[in-house]
């Protein structure tokens, strides 16, 4: 089966690519290194991979290329609270206008695999699991950005929208920003972690189980087409301070310091069930410990701090 995959070299793109390759799938990206990153190079020599550079927003390029691939996963996507409230035009833009472009001119037997974020429940009820179910309250624009396009893709049908978890672990397009990497970081270079808003919680999900949740996906699209679904990892619905306090588990002399000085900017604060998509036979393969420990070796090898969706 052929897949398009654009922003493939992006965080998840860059570790997805390479696993659906693995898998002996035919894996085209197109993407436009909005980022001037090279996180493709260690797959170029698969005679099963391509690359498009391009917009995804050139109406044109799509409506010329689309038609070729059976399975669609439109990952471009200007990711964060931060980045898409200062350029909220560019965000609209890709978020969501490409979107739409894409669902334009696919036909209806192309399958199509969305990735989305659980930040769009906003701010939860206090010990409620939010499920699928539960109503939608985006507090970033980025979360509003995509809520919006998760509903136009389930009203268009033959689709699968998936609401991740914050992603954790390494990537060829690494990252530091996301919360887990963050912690690492400060953790190893710093020693300590100064935590605001430390009873905000959230769901995690190692970036190694978001490219197994798609496989899954592929495998079974017929059974779980036209459904959203919550991925993360159902022991890792931690506060802030509970996910530093695991981390110290791994870096014995951290110091964890509680001020009230500094806010998130995304105010985003839930706990999430992922038992619609455990009960389809999909479950995490990698702990909150074992990405951790990865990012710990990460952190001793990459000094300089390039990687921000700042």
């Known amino acids: 089966m052929k897949i398009l995959i654009t922003g493939g070299a992006g965080y998840i793109g860059s570790v997805l690519t390479q696993h659906l390759l693995d898998l002996d799938y035919q894996v085209t990206v197109l993407d436009n290194l909005y980022y001037d990153q090279d996180s493709l190079l260690e797959v170029c020599h698969y005679s099963n ?20 691939y059976d399975i669609i996963i439109p990952l471009a996507c200007l990711v964060g609270a931060s980045v898409c409230e200062r350029n909220r035009w560019l965000a609209q833009s ?19 695999l969305f990735p989305t974020t659980n930040s769009g429940y906003g701010v939860g009820r206090r010990d409620k699991h939010c499920t699928e179910e539960s109503p939608l309250n985006p507090v970033s624009f980025y979360g509003q950005t995509k809520v919006r396009a998760e509903k136009y893709l389930l009203d268009s049908g033959n689709v699968i929208t998936l609401r991740l ?109 992922n038992e619609k998509i455990e009960k389809t036979g999909w479950f995490p393969a990698y702990s909150l410990d074992d990405g951790i420990r990865e990012l710990i070796k990460c952190y001793k090898v990459l000094r300089v701090n390039k990687y921000l969706n700042y």
């Open 49 to 68: 991979f391509d690359f498009i550079l391009g917009d995804v927003r050139d109406e044109e390029l799509i409506q010329k290329i689309i038609h070729k």
């Open 94 to 112: 890709i978020n969501e206008d490409a979107i739409k472009l894409i669902d334009k001119y696919r036909s209806a037997s192309q399958m199509l």
């Open 165 to 273: 978890a914050t992603v954790f672990g390494v990537s060829p397009r690494m990252r530091t920003d996301l919360l887990v990497n963050d912690f690492v970081r400060r953790a190893v270079s710093d020693r300590v972690i100064v935590l605001f808003e430390e009873h905000f919680r959230r769901n995690y999900i190692y970036i190694r189980d978001v490219a197994r949740v798609f496989q899954h996906c592929i495998h079974n699209f017929d059974r779980l087409k036209d459904e959203t679904y919550n991925v993360g990892l159902s022991t890792a619905n931690l506060t802030k301070r509970e996910l530093a306090e695991k981390i110290k588990e791994h870096i014995h002399h951290l110091v964890l310091n509680s001020s009230e000085i500094g806010a998130d900017p995304d105010k985003r604060d839930y706990i999430v069930s």
